[in-house]
């Protein structure tokens, strides 16, 4: 099975109104969102972090079970949900976020879950709950207890107003990546934490680092996947775009699942994939992030939705 571990928050996105707008409480929270994403595909997942009791938590709690999400590992609190408001900027989403002390970020050490490695195969983290304290250090201990025995899935996500220290944050984010089997980001990410360096250095430094797979998504470009000693690009898909917010989450869920459905959930296994399963492993990603930009908000495309999407694709 998968588990899925991070923040939940409820994302507030605009909608025109009038001359102005108004602003749509949606379910949110990157890890949330690969959750919710591999739980419409249809693959074994559980998602585990703090849930507020308000009603806000019960949204995202009901969303959770609604969407095939298995909840064993979710905790329940008593603190406020966090809330986002989704900025668009040059049709890119901008965040900002409230909450000091909100549910998400109130775990504690003696509330990490046992993984049991002979059940949970794979391990996603990521996104702003790496930084938020005292959670983040919860999360983080799970990389490094675990990395040895489990597939560690990682997707930082950068939030660059949430991020106080550039130098310790990259860091701290290298050492979580030398922990990391399969480590995906967007363009976004990498010229935020690297500047103008080369794709290819930065791969490589990832690779040297421990990485099995390191993935970059290119917007409306497509994405690019790195192994060893090879590579594979993939095209982006023309759709008609609402908005892109979720779109990465879902990408990174569509990816999550197709290893899943391929069996390939074991190191020694991810390290070995062929190039035409890693392509075939992008293109349905890219699908399913694709659907996903056709409507408003994070809400990814179910498995008939994608299956009936890539029928009319041409590869």
Request: a neutral charge; glycine letters at 6%.
């Amino acid at each position: 099975m998968i588990l899925v571990s991070g923040e939940s928050l409820i994302d507030f996105t605009p909608i025109s109104l009038g001359d102005g707008y108004a602003y749509v409480p949606n379910p949110g929270g990157s890890p949330y969102n690969v959750a919710i994403t591999l739980g419409k595909l249809r693959a074994r997942v559980y998602f585990f972090g703090k849930i507020s009791y308000d009603p806000f938590g019960e949204i995202l709690y009901s969303n959770l079970i609604k969407n095939n999400v298995d909840t064993s590992f979710v905790l329940r609190d008593k603190y406020l949900t966090t809330l986002a408001f989704v900025i668009l900027k040059d049709s890119e989403p901008y965040f900002i976020f409230y909450g000091d002390n909100t549910a998400d970020t109130m775990l504690k050490e003696e509330e990490i879950p046992f993984i049991d490695s002979q059940k949970v195969k794979i391990l996603h983290f990521g996104s702003i709950s790496m930084i938020r304290e005292p959670g983040c250090y919860v999360f983080e201990k799970m990389i490094f207890e675990n990395y040895k025995n489990c597939i560690i899935s990682f997707d930082p996500n950068v939030r660059p107003n949430l991020i106080v220290n550039k130098e310790q944050y990259l860091s701290r984010f290298e050492n979580w990546v030398s922990r990391v089997d399969i480590l995906k980001v967007s363009l976004a990410d990498l010229k935020w934490l690297y500047g103008e360096e080369d794709l290819d250095k930065i791969a490589e430094k990832f690779i040297n680092l421990g990485v099995k797979i390191f993935v970059v998504t290119l917007g409306k470009d497509g994405s690019v996947a790195y192994q060893k000693s090879n590579y594979v690009k993939v095209p982006g898909m023309k759709v008609k775009v609402i908005d892109t917010v979720g779109a990465g989450d879902s990408f990174m869920g569509g990816f999550l699942y197709y290893l899943y459905k391929l069996g390939k959930t074991v190191k020694k296994e991810i390290s070995n994939l062929s190039l035409e399963e890693l392509k075939n492993i992008l293109i349905f990603a890219n699908s399913v992030a694709a659907l996903t930009c056709t409507r408003r908000g994070a809400n990814p495309p179910n498995l008939d939705e994608v299956e009936k999407f890539m029928s009319n694709l041409y590869y």
